[in-house]
């Protein structure tokens, strides 16, 4: 209707053809990709500005991280979107069709897999904040987690490249499948080690600055990483384990402990009268009732051993620390001595005794 109006000298000019397409086609194609493109930039201002108003007035994450992940795409992003819907209303050689096609393509998944990846961390990573917040091995964790999804995700897109360049993937498919097994089968070792640092995680039985005790050995965390947990020694040195060795083993868990149940036991000489030794249950209850921070549980004469008059003491430190353990046991054997020398008994020590008889 418009060209009807138009002087013929100009309808002449927009009915040229320039590489199989008028004049006049070109310029539609010019409108489409200025209105596609000015379309996708005022709906990208339009959502950008309701997620940032609802950022502003909510507290949580998910919002901050959806505002984000729109200002990552970019201007470049648009445009190319732009070119390829405009580049539809012109007739192309079957060849530049193609490539615009497969470059499209390209493109758009290789900007999806990244825009995965971001999601998947963020997800990832509040998963692993809600189960244990400020945990060093849910870093852990999700850092390794991370790098299996991002490798699963770029091995989808470039199977998906594939399947649009016309490429049978189905083979391919097969193929990863029969490699997979075999990898699986040449590596379980390795596999096991990553399952097992997974349910590290999950089951928590210990953590990053954890003191813990494995058979003879005994130190504290480091890392928890994707095969290995290295652990400091008390002497220094680092000591690695296979996670598979430690989710089989009885892990003695110091970290977690409460408060301390100490046992202690002494001896005094048997030649210790019985006045003297039914004083001495009580003057323990007395010397440990003393201390603060320490719940006194019982003291008996327990046994009558080899060279002893054994005793046995049961009390608990209200505090897992090590070192306030040691200053308890040490002023309790300290006020022990004081009474016993004030008492005249003596502790007993490996002794023997001969008794010799003279026959006529």
């Not at 603060?292 to 209200?318: C, I, N, P, Q």
């Not at 001595?337 to 005794?353: C, D, I, N, S």
Request: proline share 3%; with cysteine; aromatic share 12%.
């Amino acid at each position: 209707m418009l060209s009807s109006v138009l002087p013929d000298g100009v309808r002449e000019m927009l009915g040229h053809v320039y590489f199989g397409n008028s004049v006049k086609t070109y310029l539609i194609a010019c409108g489409a990709f200025l209105g596609a493109l000015l379309l996708l930039r005022l709906l990208r201002w339009a959502v950008l500005s309701r997620l940032q108003a609802w950022a502003k007035r909510t507290e949580t994450l998910v919002d901050d991280f959806l505002v984000g992940l729109l200002k990552h795409l970019g201007p470049l992003f648009y445009l190319l979107i732009a070119i390829y819907l405009s580049s539809g209303i012109l007739t192309l050689p079957s060849g530049l069709e193609r490539a615009i096609q497969i470059f499209f393509v390209v493109v758009l998944t290789f900007k999806a897999v990244r825009v995965l990846q971001e999601v998947s961390g963020f997800f990832l990573k509040r998963w692993a904040d809600r189960a244990q917040p400020e945990d060093p091995t849910s870093a852990v964790v999700v850092e390794n987690l991370s790098k299996v999804v991002r490798v699963f995700l770029w091995v989808a897109g470039v199977i998906f490249i594939l399947d649009n360049l016309g490429i049978n993937v189905t083979s391919i498919i097969a193929g990863l499948g029969i490699g997979g097994i075999a990898v699986a089968l040449a590596a379980q070792a390795v596999l096991g080690d990553a399952f097992s640092a997974f349910a590290i995680f999950m089951d928590k039985p210990f953590r990053v600055g954890d003191f813990v005790i494995v058979g003879d050995l005994l130190g504290t965390v480091e890392h928890i990483g994707f095969k290995t947990t290295r652990v400091r020694s008390l002497w220094g040195e680092e000591v690695v384990f296979s996670n598979t060795d430690l989710t089989n083993s009885r892990i003695k868990n110091y970290k977690q402990m409460q408060l301390r149940r100490i046992i202690f036991k002494f001896g005094v000489t048997y030649q210790t009268p019985l006045t003297k030794l039914k004083q001495i249950p009580k003057l323990v209850e007395a010397i440990i009732k003393e201390i603060e921070g320490v719940e006194f549980m019982r003291a008996h004469f327990k046994a009558f051993g080899d060279y002893s008059l054994d005793f046995e003491a049961l009390y608990t430190v209200l505090s897992p620390d090590y070192n306030r353990y040691m200053d308890v046991q040490q002023q309790i054997n300290f006020r022990l001595a004081e009474e016993f020398q004030k008492l005249g008994v003596e502790f007993a020590y490996p002794t023997q005794t001969l008794f010799v008889s003279k026959q006529d």
